[in-house]
């Protein structure tokens, strides 16, 4: 079974709106982390944002959000105000378990293309 | 200077050859991950290695092996490469107890098996 899930293969949005990745996530272990990555069409990785299975608010950086719903199993990403150069690949993961002890491994969904109209 | 790098950058070799792919971090990080990506299923992890002397398989590690060399050096060979195994692969470092646990990817190295 998938542990994670990103049903939205390409996303579409104007300039300056704002738009939602859609990420939803499998597990039985209370302890884990949900991270998003993007990746631009020159291919390397880049980190975002990350949200804790126990942080109490939905994380931000900048204009990323986490849209964290735990009960959903959900960690959908909020990009706000969209620029030309948010159109690249972004990538869902989870890593199981707490920080040190759970051998820091990522499982990564499908990815999602974006493309930012101007 | 980039912290985490991959050599070559872009490859391409034939049925049947050995190649190696190689990753040196100075960001001082213990652990160390080769993953590839496919289009459509994202990355997948093949080797991981928490410091010079533990290794471990990964999700997809057949037709895959890797030598730890140093803490800042991590090599993955195709001992004899076959066509499947076209993609682009990525080595990552982090650093264990520190919350988040990020992963921080080199720019990847662009195989292709014909």
């Known amino acids: 079974a998938q542990k994670i899930t990103q049903t939205q293969p390409g996303m579409f949005v104007q300039e300056k709106e704002a738009v939602t990745l859609d990420c939803t996530y499998d597990?039985?272990?209370?302890?884990?982390?949900l991270f998003w990555y993007k990746q631009p069409s020159s291919g390397e990785m880049i980190f975002l944002i990350y949200?804790?299975?126990?942080?109490?608010q939905n994380a931000t950086e900048g204009r990323y959000s986490l849209n964290f719903q735990k009960a959903r199993k959900s960690a959908n990403l909020v990009i706000s105000a969209s620029q030309l150069g948010d159109s690249a690949m972004y990538f869902c993961?989870?890593?199981?378990?707490?920080?040190?002890?759970?051998?820091?491994?990522?499982?990564f969904g499908q990815g999602t293309i974006l493309t930012v109209h101007p | 200077d980039a912290d985490v790098t991959q050599t070559p950058r872009n490859r391409i070799t034939k049925t049947g050859k050995r190649i190696m792919l190689e990753c040196s971090q100075t960001?001082?990080?213990?652990?160390m991950y080769w993953y590839r990506q496919d289009p459509g299923l994202g990355l997948r992890l093949i080797y991981y290695?928490?410091?010079?002397?533990?290794?471990n398989k990964g999700e997809i590690s057949d037709g895959y092996s890797v030598s730890r060399q140093a803490q800042a050096k991590f090599s993955l060979s195709l001992e004899s490469a076959i066509p499947n195994q076209t993609a682009l692969y990525f080595c990552?470092?982090?650093?264990?107890?520190?919350?988040?646990?990020?992963?921080?990817f080199g720019p990847g190295t662009r195989l292709l098996v014909l």
């Open positions: 949200q804790g299975s126990y942080d109490q």
């Open positions: 990552a470092t982090s650093v264990p107890g520190q919350e988040p646990e990020t992963q921080y």
């Open positions: 597990t039985s272990d209370p302890s884990y982390g």
């Open positions: 960001k001082g990080h213990d652990r």
């Open positions: 290695s928490f410091d010079v002397k533990d290794i």
């Open positions: 993961a989870m890593r199981e378990g707490a920080g040190g002890t759970s051998y820091g491994k990522l499982t």
